[in-house]
């Protein structure tokens, strides 16, 4: 008993230092973006890196689940005759659900993955102190620009892929199992709402990106400085971060739609 209370204590001990450092380092990167302003290059640079190299598996995944909406939709609605809204049950599930939060999880396993080992690799070779030897502070340099890269990117993906869906739905309902064209597209513009809908997913977008992004620059800034210490931090960023994004998605559907 006495060994499982002091295994508890020291979890909640290093749970509340964990969370004291990363809140720490979330303030240190905010307080350090306003030079960005006067260097923008720094943050479209970045934004490159992580919104360009993500756009392929975005707009394929996006095209694969509107194909799976479309069928499922289409045999889901046939039950009760109402395959004219298969284009409204697309639009919907796309935008208020399944566009951030598929387009979140990707975006951790491709462009979370790649800055954690990338600011990893910068501390394990000594880039980072050798910025600090420089008086370059590395989270003005490094860390600030990626975070607000990828804080603008994720929702710009979220948008092609929710755009990407619906055309794959599309595809699959109205040229391949023949749902009439004007009530596939008639009921989408009647039932989702510009506030509603696309307005709620847009946010939902900024913050699993404000969350993703944070996470995947915190696991590479804490990383040990050691090969294992940097795949070990990649793991923890996909982890983290998948878990992160469900657990948001379920607070602000609940507050959203409630």
Known sequence: MVLW????GRSLREFAE????????????????????RRPRLISDQIHFVGNY????????????GFVLGLQGYYTLSRYGSEQALGLLVALSLTRELGPVITALLFA???GTSLTAE?????????????????????????????????IAMPVLAA?????????GYVVGVKMIGVDEGAFWSQMQGGVDIWQDIANGVLKSVVFGVAVTFIALYQGYEAQPTPEGVARATTRTVVIASLTVLWLDFLMTALMFN
């Open 5 to 8: 209370i002091t295994a508890l």
């Open 160 to 168: 092609i892929f929710s755009a990407v869906g619906i055309m794959g």
């Open 18 to 37: 964990n969370a004291g450092y990363a809140t720490r380092a979330f303030l240190a990167i905010l307080r350090a973006s306003g030079s960005l302003l």
């Open 119 to 151: 600011i990893g690799l910068m501390k394990a070779g000594e880039q980072l102190s050798a910025m600090e030897m420089m008086a370059v502070d590395p989270v003005q340099r490094v860390l600030a620009p990626r975070f607000w890269a990828g804080v």
């Open 54 to 65: 993500s756009l392929v598996i975005i707009s394929v995944s996006g095209l694969f689940v």
């Open 109 to 111: 396993g491709r462009a």
